[in-house]
């Protein structure tokens, strides 16, 4: 996976950056920025990820700000990230508009706990997602009515893969 981003600090610097990701068998993940690259071990959790190389653990907890912009902190640190240069976030729909949530990385749909025509809101759960041993809720990212579930129980699904389009209400 490769995305290009733009990284707000609270202060208002900013930068554009090169992040490309790739899952190995272990379920590792290796991240290659201008600065530096490096292997980490990463495990999801409900609020972001914990990220760990050798004996040094890092937290980052991520959300969706309302406009569709990610809310990334990092040791005390706030980023604002988004598509550099114009560019869109797959799966994004437009503003007010329907939404396809897709899979986060490669994994297995384990049960689905919301049907097409059934309304949500934002942070729900909707399907759960076993990827790497752990299985995660797939939460819808804003209120709406579920429609097109793209997914069954037991179906393998590709990172990137659609999962389920949410409607606006």
Not at 46 to 62: D, H, Q, S, Y
């Amino acid at each position: 996976m490769r995305r290009e981003l733009r990284l707000e600090e609270a202060g208002g610097a900013a930068r554009e950056v090169r992040v490309e990701a790739e899952a190995d068998d272990a379920g590792a993940i290796r991240i290659r920025l201008p600065e530096t690259s490096g292997r980490f071990e990463a495990r999801r959790t409900a609020g972001g990820w914990i990220l760990r190389r050798g004996r040094r653990t890092r937290e980052i907890a991520v959300r969706e700000a309302p406009d569709g912009a990610l809310i990334v902190e990092l040791g005390g640190c706030r980023f604002r990230a988004s598509a550099a240069r114009g560019r869109t976030r797959p799966g994004r729909g437009g503003a007010g508009g329907a939404r396809d949530v897709r899979s986060p990385m490669p994994g297995k749909v384990v049960r689905i706990l919301r049907n097409e025509g059934d309304r949500v809101e934002a942070g729900e759960a909707v399907l759960v997602f076993e990827a790497m041993k752990m299985q995660n809720e797939i939460r819808a990212p804003a209120s709406g009515v579920v429609a097109n579930m793209t997914v069954s129980a037991g179906e393998l699904a590709e990172a990137g893969a659609p999962l389920f389009r949410l409607d606006p209400l």
